[in-house]
Each structure stands twice: as structure tokens, then as C-alpha cells.
């Protein structure tokens, strides 16, 4: 009977010690694996035609959102945090970057450059 009750005694204690380093070893990759850094993106364009031509639409696919809209300037901006979205009267649009501007400055720009003042 007193073995039996050491045995359950060590049981007790040796099970959750286990399932401890279990939990530590699976957080940190256990030892075999190393940590490993992010690679660069690659230098040439294979990822985003593999991503264009996978993209379903059978409407208007925007080119620098791969966003699947019914004309070309319904396109959302690819940054519209920092972007302001400008469109032009032949259906098309433009993503102007804000630069620190104030609101509706970009637009005032590019009109100003296509009428060739600025």
C-alpha cells in the first residue's frame, strides 16, 4: 500500500512538470529549429502576375488592388491612409500621395499640372 501511494505521489508531481516543458518547448520551437529572417521580396514581378491571374472578376480587375469593381475609377487607392483618390473626367483615376497637404490638395495640384501651371 505504501508503494502505491509513492507511486501516485510521483505521478502527481511528475506530470505536470512534463506538460510544463512541454508548453516551453512548443513557445519556443523547441531546440532543433532556428530562428529564421524574413526573406526580401523578390525582385521581379512572378508573385503579382501569379496573384492577378488567380483573381476572379468578371468585371473590372484593378491593377493595384486586384479589387474586382464595375469601372476602372470605382478602384479603390492601394494606401488610402496616405493617398487621396483623384478621377479624371475619361473614367479613369489616379492615387495621388497627400504628402502632408491639406485635404483636397492633391486634387488641386493635379488639375493645376494638367492645365500646365504648375
Not at 508503494?3 to 518547448?25: D, M
Not at 469601372?71 to 483615376?93: I, L, Y
Amino acid at each position: 500500500m505504501e508503494l502505491l501511494n509513492f507511486l501516485l505521489s510521483f505521478l502527481l508531481l511528475a506530470l505536470p512538470a512534463t506538460a510544463q516543458f512541454q508548453f516551453f518547448e512548443h513557445m519556443f520551437g523547441g531546440q532543433q529549429q532556428q530562428q529564421q529572417s524574413p526573406q526580401n521580396a523578390g525582385s521581379d514581378s512572378a508573385w503579382y502576375q501569379q496573384q492577378y491571374e488567380a483573381a476572379h472578376c468578371d468585371r473590372y480587375l484593378c491593377p493595384h488592388t486586384l479589387s474586382c469593381v464595375h469601372f476602372p475609377h470605382h478602384c479603390p487607392c492601394p494606401f488610402p491612409e496616405v493617398e487621396d483618390k483623384v478621377e479624371f473626367g475619361d473614367g479613369s483615376m489616379a492615387c495621388i500621395s497627400r504628402g502632408g497637404w491639406a485635404a483636397g490638395e492633391s486634387a488641386r495640384k493635379v488639375e493645376l499640372a494638367r492645365k500646365g501651371l504648375l
